[in-house]
């Protein structure tokens, strides 16, 4: 196996300057050169020129136009490293006995740096580096929590099912290489960084977790939160490196607000975003790593549904790019053995409890996109929707406890038998 | 009080064929008469002419591109009722044990049909021959399954929180007017009716209800649902009408598939609409009244967001226009009195249990949804995606319980004391 037959895709993160001239950290034209759509707001905003027209497509897809935050220093100090950077604000009433908690957010979508078969060392450094450099610009755009992507010191090698050396990049959460890597950059930028890791539980049995590690802006280890809920989807067959958690849904309460971290495949499962509201977290992330023909069409709608049914904010991540592999795989769809893994379509957005959201990232090119925002507005949101009021959660409690039982009796209203009158 | 003051707008029918010209029950131009967009289909396939971006489009807004139903001949015979038909057919690889379940599903969204100040009666007929007229349509179309928008005999009249006359509207499910006005459409096309109306239930105190009503195709009653979630927000504070549904989540085990009804403001819970999948929905129907200020922008996310997390399909219905009342009242929003309620959106959509979704019908318009579904894309979708095998209701059951105690004490993780080592 030679590196060039294992090499990784670069084209999506070479295409940014290259094509887009003197558009700093802009968009690109619609079509980047791997031939994937840069986003569809940049078909949009290419094609519909009409002010109002535009306004509607913006009220009626993302609740409305967001104001922009003037990030242009950061953009141009970090501009020789081809990273896209946006920033948003949602805009908040203020109210009479509460000061604004604005508290600005960032998350990163990126791609590997080496190819997949270099040692594990070096890819991991790499994507040590990479994201050592964003998050210097995330801490120049003055960005109090930060987010990356699922398993982000690694390609997402497990559709491969293959053990080595995969399992090699699990680490402790609470001081292996990466949350150690990690601590000096919180501490400068008084940041708190949410770090998807592959874990290694040494205390028990040296099981793997897939795990979000949280470091205050103190650069201290806070705790960990584990993926809830683990897919066995095509090459998203996880289920066989880890389980699924059993810490629960922790809360971090953080000095910017408090958050939790529902893992990628989670944001399918509606009572796991409920969890962490009912446990009262006000930003919930979902960093994340899916590909296009598996999840597109779904990937605007949950974390966005999530945001409006509890009434917080959403933080959707996703990778970028394709990752090949060494070794041949299959995809449990009949076709044949492959290498890659398919596009990871990027689009990371952010959502308000009201429903507003952020344009995506780039589909094709790394980002990082921050927001600024309210968390006053979970509450007042609450307050204006009653979600939470009208919830009737004792109710589902005992529906769904009923529910579980092997002798479970659906409620089912079969037709009238003939005899019956009309 | 004259009619002329609660006098109600026909501008978005009327416009129909009138700016339209020979486009039979196809898009208007953008801009409907009322200053109300058409819908942002509208715009975008006017401004978007690249077959390979309306393609990107279509995937990543829609899930792709629908077939259509060829129903000319009805659109036709219908034309002069200034009716909107759309058809589209969602495609379902076949199976070898099972054959094709193909139901044809249709939903209806409408204005009301006389000023509000007519009396009781004549508002009530008015909109039986109206809808009688397009469950012809249905019928000739060869509908299977027919759901109306929610209190469809009637304005909604709930946001002025009086008693009279609205009150009169109530009648009985089973043996109502509209209830026996209905059975025969059922017989003669063969087709399962749902009927939202409000109820009155005389056994019970004569305690009003919010209800769906339920007939087979032999034209006979088969049972209700009632409103598990009662809104009190602003214009919608129906809590002074009728109290939560304490009849459960029934499923209808119709010839046509197995059916559920979650009424209105029930599709922001998604424990809800868990709860008819659990209970073994096919298709979930949300008869709706819903306004452009207060829910526009969580329209398209939240029924769709249900069918994909609970594998089966959703059908969202809202009516469309605008309602002026006799009487002044209020909204709970600081704004002076005022007579109309503002602008119910139309935009009725089906979504697949794989996410895909048809356009939404117009934003003004009248109109009549049709889409051919294949019943065991549902089972497909659970095998693919595996949502609900990795659901852990167990987990959620007890959890839930625990968060509804009083003593309830949230899983939160604090900051690490000062002492503490980094």
Chains 1, 2 share one sequence.
């Not at 210097?136 to 990356?148: E, R, W």
Request: glycine content about 6%; charged content about 20%.
């Amino acid at each position: 196996m030679t590196s060039r037959s294992a090499g990784f895709l670069l084209s999506q993160f070479v295409a940014g300057p290259a094509c887009c001239g003197d558009r700093a950290a802009g968009y690109c034209p619609i079509m980047a050169r791997s031939k994937q759509t840069e986003s569809i707001e940049s078909i949009i905003n290419e094609r519909v020129t009409d002010e109002t027209e535009i306004k509607e497509i913006n009220r009626i897809l993302y609740g409305g136009s967001l104001g922009k935050i003037d990030i242009d220093h950061v953009a141009t100090r970090f501009w020789h490293h081809k990273l896209n950077i946006e920033a948003y604000k949602f805009d908040c009433p203020e109210e009479q006995l509460r000061r604004p908690r604005l508290v600005r957010v960032g998350i990163i979508q990126n791609s590997i740096r080496v190819p997949t078969d270099a040692p594990v060392t070096r890819q991991m450094q790499s994507l040590h580096e990479w994201i050592g450099i964003i998050l210097d610009a995330a801490g120049a755009a003055n960005v109090n929590i930060v987010c990356m992507q699922e398993a982000w010191t690694m390609p997402f090698a497990f559709c491969t099912r293959e053990k080595v050396p995969w399992c090699e990049f699990a680490e402790s959460a609470q001081d292996g290489p990466t949350t150690n890597f990690l601590k000096p950059y919180a501490a400068k930028y008084n940041v708190v960084v949410v770090s998807p890791i592959l874990e290694r539980d040494s205390i028990h049995c040296d099981t793997i977790w897939n795990t979000a590690v949280v470091i205050d802006n103190h650069g201290r280890y806070m705790g960990k939160s584990r993926k809830n809920h683990i897919p066995r989807v095509g090459d998203f067959n996880e289920s066989t490196y880890y389980m699924e958690s059993q810490i629960g849904h922790p809360v971090f309460d953080t000095e910017f607000g408090k958050i939790a971290i529902n893992i990628c495949y989670g944001r399918h499962h509606p009572m796991n975003w409920l969890m962490y509201a009912l446990n009262g977290a006000e930003i919930v992330f979902n960093p994340s790593a899916t590909v296009d023909t598996l999840s597109e069409t779904m990937w605007p709608i949950e974390a966005r549904n999530a945001a409006i049914a509890n009434s917080y904010y959403t933080c959707a991540i996703n990778r970028v790019g394709s990752e090949q592999f060494p070794n041949e795989f299959t995809s449990g769809d009949g076709k044949s053995a492959h290498k890659t893994f398919g596009h990871f379509y990027g689009s990371s957005y952010i959502t308000a409890p009201d429903g507003r959201r952020t344009p995506g990232l780039s589909r094709t090119r790394e980002g990082l996109l921050i927001a600024e925002i309210d968390l006053n507005l979970c509450r007042q949101s609450r307050d204006h929707f009653g979600f939470a009021m009208t919830q009737r959660l004792d109710m589902y409690a005992r529906k769904f406890n009923d529910a579980c039982n092997e002798n479970f009796s659906p409620q089912v209203i079969t037709q009238p038998s003939d005899i019956q009158q009309n």
